[in-house]
């Protein structure tokens, strides 16, 4: 028997969501959504992915499970985002985002522009999704029911909103929503009565005045905290992640919960709460803050796999900071290296998307490595190998794709500092090297050849060593000093990466006779 606490965290929700007996053939339905008001970013993915965890778990359990995704394309654009050309979507405020032109004009509406990168996206990580348009869903009359029982239930429905939310109910607020059909404003409108045997009801419209009569279908929708439960209610939802906004005390999880029961007599769905990703240095990620990383930008970066596992290995509750420099290369590491310290098997088996090939390459050497080779694959492989890498034949394509995620990594997320490029000839700067800088310089190509001259393999310590033995020949420099004129010799910076491990990824003769030329002693 396994113990509980050392369990994934999808196996032992998979376990409590089980204890209730699932009727023979019936299809656990997990729900997800996303409204597609912005970029559909790394943040709004754990929805996907924790959904996806659970779906995965279900089937190895030999259970039925099916993934749905609502795109909730029917709700109003709030307002003009920052991305957003005000003097083009200012008028467009309160439409619905399925009514609304895209902002390159190569998409149906505004709403698809988001949604087709973020379904190309959920194909590259292999989560797959059976979508839902609310806009579809309003029009073609699935929703009729539900929001004939909710105008029926309006008195209901208000009390229990004001009761767990604490929040006063206007006297003319109602559960749906009508488009004004004068100006096509969605939330401005207020329903004056309800004639249920014709699905009719009568509004006016709060921004230009019009009073008129339509019919439910496809006119208007209901608001969030009734839209919840009620579509719970039609598509038989069975369990849904949400973020912690939805799951709070008092937030809409907890309203939903009591509507399903009292109005729509259904069961609530299961739910799994979960955290927010934060970006480092810059608080959650709210594509209304524009503090996002698209998915499908990520994914230039970070193989689907690592992706998933970057999520997956996280508990729902615990939350994530997306950090692209340090925490990205270990985790890239922790899925690569089947040797790494905080390896989480059984995440790395959920994360499984693409034909992920370890190659047992440090992606931070593997960075310093493409940027020596001037990004040519080929080159990237002599200098692996020179370095003891075995590299297989069978794993060359995988280090060729690796590659091209090190040269993306290097434009999208590099600090200035982890960038260099290896000086084709004595970069100017040598120029006006002081004569002790020369002397050190000489010094330390002095130990280099003594080194290439030794039958056995140097290390990348004992070339790294030989900086701190350089520097005692001379009592006016610094170890800091030595470091920088060597850097500067090679790639023209103050600084870069681990001297001697870099040395010996360039190739100690490379260096050493650099380094000759450098002091003065050859021309
Ligand atoms: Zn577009
Ligand atoms: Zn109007």
């Known amino acids: 028997m396994l113990n509980k606490a050392n369990q994934h965290w999808g196996d032992r929700v998979v376990d409590k969501i089980l204890e209730d007996p699932v009727p023979e053939n019936h299809t656990l339905r997990i729900a997800t959504g996303i409204t597609p008001s912005g970029q559909i970013h790394i943040g709004n993915l754990r929805e996907v992915v924790t959904a996806d965890v659970i779906y995965r778990i279900l089937q190895e359990r030999g259970k039925k499970a099916e993934l749905i995704y609502i795109a909730d394309d029917f709700d109003p654009l709030r307002k003009v985002y920052p991305f957003l050309d005000p003097q083009k979507y200012q008028p467009f405020v309160g439409r619905p985002l399925s009514e609304i032109p895209c902002p390159c004009d190569k998409h149906s509406n505004y709403a698809e522009h988001f949604l087709e990168p973020f379904l190309r996206s959920m194909d590259l990580l292999k989560i797959h999704l059976k979508i839902f348009r609310s806009s579809d869903l309003y029009k073609n009359g699935q929703y009729n029911e539900v929001i004939a029982q909710s105008l029926d239930a309006r008195d209901k429905i208000a009390e229990i909103l004001f009761r767990i939310t604490g929040k006063e109910i206007d006297q003319y607020w109602s559960p749906f929503v009508p488009i004004c059909e004068s100006c096509g404003a969605m939330t401005q409108a207020k329903v004056i009565s309800w004639i249920r045997e014709e699905k009719i009801i009568k509004y006016s419209c709060g921004q230009c ?85 698209a998915i499908e930008d990520a994914l230039k970066v970070v193989p689907p796999d690592i992706l998933r596992y970057l999520i997956i290995k996280a508990t729902p509750k615990q939350r994530i900071t997306f950090e692209p420099v340090k925490q990205l290369l270990a985790v890239f590491d922790e899925v690569d290296n089947e040797q790494a310290k905080r390896r989480d098997q059984r995440a790395i088996d959920l994360s499984q998307a693409s034909d992920f090939k370890p190659i047992g390459i440090p992606f931070d050497h ?40 090190a040269l993306n990594w290097l434009e999208h997320f590099a600090p200035q500092e982890a960038r260099f490029s290896v000086a084709q000839g004595l970069p100017e700067s040598v120029e006006s090297f002081s004569p002790q800088q020369r002397k050190i310089l000489g010094i330390l190509s002095d130990i280099l050849k003594n080194m290439l001259t030794k039958e056995i393999d140097v290390t990348a310590e004992e070339i790294h060593r030989a900086f701190y033995e350089a520097a005692k020949e001379d009592t006016e420099l610094t170890v800091k000093d030595v470091f920088q004129a060597f850097y500067l010799a090679l790639i023209n910076k103050n600084s870069g990466p681990r001297a001697g491990w870099f040395i010996k990824t360039v190739g100690i003769d490379f260096v050493q006779k650099r380094l000759s030329q450098a002091s003065g002693l050859e021309k």
């Open 209 to 293: 005045n019009h009073t008129g009569f339509m019919h439910i279908q496809g006119n208007g929708k209901l608001t969030w905290r009734i839209d919840w439960p009620a579509r719970w209610s039609f598509l038989g939802v069975d369990i849904e992640p949400m973020g912690k906004d939805h799951g709070s005390k008092g937030g809409s999880y907890d309203t939903g919960k009591e509507i399903v029961n009292r109005v729509f007599k259904k069961t609530p769905p299961f739910p799994i709460i979960y955290e927010w990703i934060r970006l480092e240095g810059m608080g959650d990620m709210s594509s209304s803050k524009g503090n996002v990383i």
């Open 366 to 405: 593997l960075i310093n490595v493409v940027q020596i080779a001037a990004g040519d694959p080929a080159e990237v492989k002599k200098i692996l190998q020179r370095g003891g890498y075995k590299i297989a034949d069978s794993s060359l394509g995988a280090l060729e794709e690796r590659c091209v995620f």
